[in-house]
């Protein structure tokens, strides 16, 4: 299906793959596989000059709320089994 489809930036040039953010159809020399994944040149130049590093304060809160959880469950599990040692003497 992709094949069929033309590069936007030369019309006159079949698609080789698609963007994977923007989803633009690109040729095989406009495509640009970076870390195995194709990127349209705009995408790449956002990518490389720290348009991805927005998503990292929210992988840093997801850490954190994931240690807290762990770190509260394994308390109640030391309460409760300090408290049914107890019952047990």
């Known amino acids: 299906m992709l094949q069929r489809r033309l590069c936007a930036f030369h019309p006159d040039r079949p698609g080789h793959a698609a963007c994977v953010v923007c ?12 870390d195995g994944i194709f990127y349209c040149a705009r995408c790449l ?13 929210v992988g840093w809160a997801l850490m954190l709320l994931a240690t807290a959880a762990l770190l509260f469950a394994s308390v109640r599990l030391a309460v409760w089994s300090g408290a049914l040692l107890a019952g047990m003497r």
């Open 23 to 34: 989803r633009t159809v690109v040729c095989q020399e406009c495509a640009t596989a970076y």
């Open 45 to 57: 130049a956002a990518r490389q000059a720290g348009g991805g590093r927005r998503r990292a304060p």
